[in-house]
């Protein structure tokens, strides 16, 4: 049998196309955004998942996989689907467990030379101030009723609450809460999951790193995110916890028991959907908007206490911490976008995908309608971030979308193999990074090697016009979940 | 003897466990999502968790029970050290009893290893090898 890898064609440098048609039951092409090397490492079981994801009824335009690319549940990590709004699906597996996950980046008037000498204890105050690791419980204690209010207000909660700033709101995506969302459609065990876990960055993946300003690739736009050469810039990369992943595992449930009855035999149970418009749907999209407001609202109290920490440690509340962006990665929102000529409603899945949207966007508001969105896509913790800004071509290439971060290489255990051949905290350090978590498994997980070149996704973006690199960050700091 | 085997994927983890029946399956899932998440050797029996699940299906009973299991974890930070389990199959109905005694987690006791935040039905498979029944199981971390 043929390998679906020679089904796919390189078409330029930084894109690869399996054709409509070329194999059963895709209507739509399948568009890999991958340079040489990334194509090197590229999993045929992620790829399988994209043509997968091709299959889904009323897809419009094209199955997409960005270039950090590589197996997830369902859908691949990196991928982005849009679906009619009129007749098209929801998939739980279209957003990922962790819904709204996401990176917010916050901006000092401190710079690498005031730093230099204090990294360590400043990291371990914010360390102390952040609750971490893993089934951590954060200091907030919500009843019912908060909890009700987080998922309506996202950001705003945090903001009505003391626990947040109002000018960080347009700094955020869809300005820190989207509104369809409802209460009645969560079960009691999410709600459960959701009570004491408001402030925390969890595990995993999750991280909070002290970084600076590298290199500056486009001076204007640098200026006018209020970026400087070697500023100190907090990286958080968190999501609506177990909450989040409580919402989806109870859709998946709920969608597989219908398909049951209904006898639908999907080729990857992770791929079930629902119609958008059905109960089933419309249950998933409101529950699924509150854990994304909820995700909101950590991203937004965990900054809250970002600045506490840094006003604690330098005795003055002169810092300058001002919130840059804030971008989910793992969501479905409705969108207007333009296909031949005509402007429609969709409903547009980010998994592992960035919003990309250019300057000018209906969507964007103040200075940022002028400048473009800033795009976060961090890379390992040795290797550095990079802020990017949307890119005309996105919205006719991608949804407006575009990469979420360097993407797994290794897996957790063969990380582990890898760093057991080296003192690896100490090979970090000795790249400049002093890193800290509450297990020192999970480092051994996170090794820099665990992941692809960063440069390689940046590079792959930016030729093909998705969004374009401001500043390079590179890491003093990292706090790992 | 091993209990389960750690199954690799990319971003995440798997299991495969093996019983000679049903009852078995489950007792040894229960105990491989526990162990994958504390180490068991400090977990003691202080308190109970008990309930039951059912499905028309098999593969959704194992993820429905295995998702129970994260959730007293994650919730009511109960972690298991005896796990029994009773399963039944009547035409195209399964269910489950399962009593499991353990204890609260208590940061300064126990060594937690890893958050499994989901079980999945990515590569989810149910198999008979050797005279033995095999589940094999991803979760999200």
Redo the contacts between chains.
């Keep these: 049998m043929k390998s679906i890898r020679n089904f796919l064609k390189r078409i330029d440098e930084s894109r690869m196309i399996i054709q409509k048609g070329s194999l059963d039951g895709i209507d739509v092409d399948c568009i890999v955004y991958l340079n040489e090397e990334l194509e090197k490492n590229l999993?045929d079981d992620a790829l399988l998942q994209l043509v997968n994801v091709a299959r889904l009824p009323h897809i419009v335009k094209r199955s997409i996989a960005m270039p950090d690319i590589?197996?997830?549940?369902?859908f691949p990590?990196g991928g982005v689907a849009a679906f009619d709004f009129e007749n098209g699906i929801i998939s739980p597996g279209g957003v990922g467990?962790?819904i709204n996950c996401g990176i917010r980046c916050l901006l000092t008037d401190i710079t690498v030379y005031d730093l230099k000498d204090k990294i360590k204890d400043l990291l371990t105050r914010i360390f102390l101030d952040v609750p971490s690791?893993?089934?951590s419980d954060g200091r907030l204690k919500l009843s019912k009723n908060d909890l009700k209010r987080i998922v309506r207000k996202g950001a705003l909660w945090a903001v009505e609450n003391g626990y947040g700033f109002e000018e960080n709101l347009e700094r955020i995506e869809s300005g820190g809460f989207i509104p369809e969302s409802d209460f009645a459609s969560l079960s009691e065990?999410s709600i459960?999951?959701g009570l004491?876990q408001q402030g925390t960055l969890g595990?995993?993946?999750h991280f909070l790193e002290l970084d600076y300003v590298s290199e500056i690739f486009d001076e204007n736009l640098a200026s006018s995110f209020g970026l400087f050469k070697n500023q100190v810039a907090i990286m958080l990369h968190t999501g609506s916890r177990?909450f989040g992943?409580?919402v989806?595992?109870d859709y998946?449930?709920r969608f597989?028991?219908y398909n049951?009855k209904e006898k639908i035999i999907l080729p990857?149970?992770?791929l079930v959907y629902a119609s958008f418009k059905s109960v089933y749907g419309k249950d998933y999209y409101h529950a699924m908007n509150c854990a994304a407001n909820y995700a909101f609202c950590n991203r937004e109290i965990i900054s809250f206490f970002i600045k506490k920490s840094f006003e604690k440690f330098y005795k003055t509340d002169k810092i300058g911490i001002r919130l840059l962006y804030d971008v989910a990665h793992n969501i479905a929102k409705v969108e207007e976008h333009t296909l031949d000529g005509k402007t429609k409603k969709l409903i547009v899945h980010r998994k592992g995908a960035t919003r990309s949207f250019p300057k000018g966007h209906k969507d964007l508001t103040g200075l940022l309608k002028k400048t473009g969105q800033p795009v976060l896509i961090p890379g390992d913790m040795v290797s550095g971030n990079y802020i990017m800004v949307g890119g005309e071509k996105s919205l006719y290439e991608s949804f407006g979308s575009t990469a979420h971060g360097a993407g797994?290489?290794?897996?957790?255990?063969?990380s582990q193999k890898v760093a057991k051949r080296k003192d690896v905290i100490k090979e970090i350090e000795k790249s400049g990074v002093f890193v800290l978590s509450q297990?020192r498994?999970?480092i051994l997980e996170e090794i820099p090697e665990a992941y692809k070149d960063i440069e390689n996704v940046v590079e792959t973006v930016k030729n093909a016009g998705l969004s374009y690199p401001v500043v390079k960050l590179l890491p003093i700091g990292v706090i790992k979940g | 003897m091993r209990v389960y085997k750690i199954v690799d994927d990319t971003g995440d983890i798997g299991v495969e466990v093996y019983g000679e029946n049903y009852k078995e399956l489950f007792e040894k899932l229960s105990y491989a999502i526990f162990d994958l998440m504390v180490e068991n050797g400090r977990v003691s029996e202080k308190i109970e968790e008990d309930g039951n699940l059912d499905s028309s299906d098999f593969l959704q009973l194992i993820v429905r029970f295995s998702n129970h299991l994260i959730y007293l974890f994650d919730h009511h930070k109960f972690v298991g050290k005896r796990y029994f389990v009773d399963f039944t199959k009547k035409e195209k109905d399964y269910s489950l009893k399962y009593k499991i005694y353990g204890e609260r987690i208590v940061q300064s006791k126990h060594q937690i290893k890893r958050f499994l935040k989901s079980a999945t039905y990515h590569n989810i498979d149910y198999f008979v090898n050797d005279g033995k029944k095999g589940i094999r199981i991803y979760f999200d971390l």
């Design positions: 999993q590589h197996s997830g549940y369902g990590i467990y962790d690791g893993i089934g065990k459960d999951r004491n595990s995993g993946n177990g992943h409580q989806c595992s998946v449930d597989t028991s049951l990857d149970r992770q797994r290489l290794l897996s957790r255990n063969q297990s498994r999970t």
